[in-house]
T-cell receptor, first 116, second 113 residues
C-alpha cells in the first residue's frame, strides 16, 4: 500500500496562475481532507469530502475549489493564485468520521507551494 | 468555536530527560483528542489518541491522559531520545460542524545528545 500520495511535491507559481494538486489514497477510505500548514498557525482545514461526488467547506475555503470524482482521488484547485496561498498543503484520508473509535486520519507527505 | 492551545517552542532537552508538552482545549460537547507527530520533511503521523474522559493514550513511550475537568491532554515521555526530535501537534474533533481536526500551532522539540 502506498497510503496517501500527493502530486506534485513542490511548485512555484506566479500570481494569477492556476494549478491543481492531486491527492490519491489506496486504502478505500470514505473521507478525504485538504489542509494548509503555515508557520505558527498549525494546520487549517480547507475543504473535505465524506464520499465520492461530495465536497464541503472547511475553515479556510476561499480561493480554493475541490472535486472528488473518484473515491480514491481528491483534487484541490487554485484558479487564480495569490501570494497569501503560499503554504504547505497536506491531504489526509480516514475510513470514517475521525471521532469514531479506532479511526484516525492518514496524511500525505505534503506539497510545498510558493506563489510569487 | 473549537480551539487548541499548546506550548510554544522550540523546546530543547537533553537525551534521557523527562518531557512534558502542555495542551489545553476549548470545545463543544465531548471531543476526541489526538497527538500527531511530524518528522522533518514528512507528513503528520498519529502518535496517540483518547476518545473519552480519563482515557489514557500511549504509544512509543509517550502518554497523554484526557482530563475533562482541566480540559487538558498533556503529552509526556519519561526518557526522550534524539530520534524524538520533531514537531508535535495536539488536535481535537468535537463531532459537530466541519469533519476535520482542529489543530494547535505545534511544538518543535529538539533533543540534544
Amino acid at each position: 500500500n502506498a497510503g496517501v500520495t500527493q502530486t506534485p511535491k513542490f511548485r512555484v507559481l506566479k500570481t494569477g496562475q492556476s494549478m491543481t494538486l492531486l491527492c490519491a489514497q489506496d486504502m478505500n477510505h470514505e473521507y478525504m481532507y485538504w489542509y494548509r500548514q503555515d508557520p505558527g498557525m498549525g494546520l487549517r482545514l480547507i475543504h473535505y469530502s465524506v464520499g465520492e461526488g461530495t465536497t464541503a467547506k472547511g475553515e479556510v475555503p476561499d480561493g480554493y475549489n475541490v472535486s472528488r470524482l473518484k473515491k480514491q482521488n481528491f483534487l484541490l484547485g487554485l484558479e487564480s493564485a495569490a501570494p497569501s496561498q503560499t503554504s504547505v498543503y497536506f491531504c489526509a484520508s480516514s475510513p470514517d468520521r475521525v471521532w469514531a473509535k479506532y479511526n484516525e486520519q492518514f496524511f500525505g507527505p505534503g506539497t510545498r507551494l510558493t506563489v510569487l | 468555536g473549537d480551539s487548541v492551545t499548546q506550548m510554544e517552542g522550540p523546546v530543547t532537552l537533553s537525551e534521557e530527560a523527562f518531557l512534558t508538552i502542555n495542551c489545553t482545549y476549548t470545545a463543544t460537547g465531548y471531543p476526541s483528542l489526538f497527538w500527531y507527530v511530524q518528522y522533518p520533511g514528512e507528513g503528520l503521523q498519529l502518535l496517540l489518541k483518547a476518545t473519552k474522559a480519563d482515557d489514557k493514550g500511549s504509544n512509543k513511550g509517550f502518554e497523554a491522559t484526557y482530563r475533562k475537568e482541566t480540559t487538558s491532554f498533556h503529552l509526556e515521555k519519561g526518557s526522550v531520545q534524539v530520534s524524538d526530535s520533531a514537531v508535535y501537534f495536539c488536535a481535537l474533533h468535537s463531532g459537530g460542524g466541519a469533519d476535520g481536526l482542529t489543530f494547535g500551532k505545534g511544538t518543535h522539540l529538539i533533543i540534544q545528545p
